[in-house]
């Protein structure tokens, strides 16, 4: 071979490693063909364009913005009940406050497989269907467990005047 051939050579290959290096190439670190739907090139919308180091910080990058897809949801801390929230609890009515009970009774229910503290709301309302108060109490319920509690009015002047109780049907972990 000439040696300008060998000159062109190594030009191509010269050019290749500068691209591969600077981004330019399929995968980019994200695995190539894993179909994660990180495309690669230098217009990835993972990358993070400030991390520091030149070439190698998109992995990096790629992992750290996916990390709630490590360690199966748990956080990574061997103990899945330690560290999940439970979903929303049921809420049901069982009584509405009256002037001899000044609270409503209701039961939480918990179907989730781990433990949960509830806020329960309960709109006091008067005869136009007014709300005259809103109170809410937070309700300790154990997986898979129903817990009755009492949500009082605290308001001894709308006692009197209560007709209805409203509230959701769901609870939300607090």
Known sequence: M?????TLELTAVSALVVLALTGFSTGRGHGGGSG?????????????????????????????DHDDHDGGGSGGSGDPEASASPEDATVTLVDCASEETPYATVEVTNTDTVDGTFSVTVVFKDTAGDELVSRTEEVAVPAGGTTPARVPVDDAESVPLIDACDLDS???AS
């Open 2 to 6: 000439t040696s300008r051939g060998k």
């Open 36 to 64: 994660d739907g990180d495309g690669g090139g230098c217009s990835s919308s993972s990358q993070n364009h400030d991390a520091s180091g030149s070439g190698g910080g998109s992995h990096r990058d790629y992992d750290d």
């Open 170 to 172: 769901f609870a939300p």
